[in-house]
């Protein structure tokens, strides 16, 4: 789940965000979307493996420009722990 409404803004309202993901290994972005609204407040992507480690860019745009962020993270294994290896 990705809250949309942790994303600081500075100056200028966010408009729309742009999200690609993909497993950390690979090298093909999946698209999630590239018109997400702020008013939203959060998108799930459900398509994701367990015991995964994962890359993530959100790309947030407004009248001022895009500011781009890109985070690694990983699903919880199928009985609820952490995956260790990356």
């Known amino acids: 789940m990705l809250r949309l409404n942790s994303w600081l803004e500075q100056q200028c309202s966010i408009n729309y965000f742009v999200v ?39 790309v947030a745009n407004s009248e001022a420009g895009q500011s781009k962020a890109q985070y690694i993270f990983s699903t919880l294994t199928t009985d609820g722990g952490k995956s260790l290896n990356k």
């Open 20 to 58: 690609q993901y993909k497993v950390h290994s690979q090298s093909d972005w999946i698209m999630l979307s590239n018109n997400i609204i702020p008013e939203q407040g959060q998108i799930i992507i459900t398509d994701l493996i367990p015991a995964t480690w994962y890359d993530i860019i959100m």
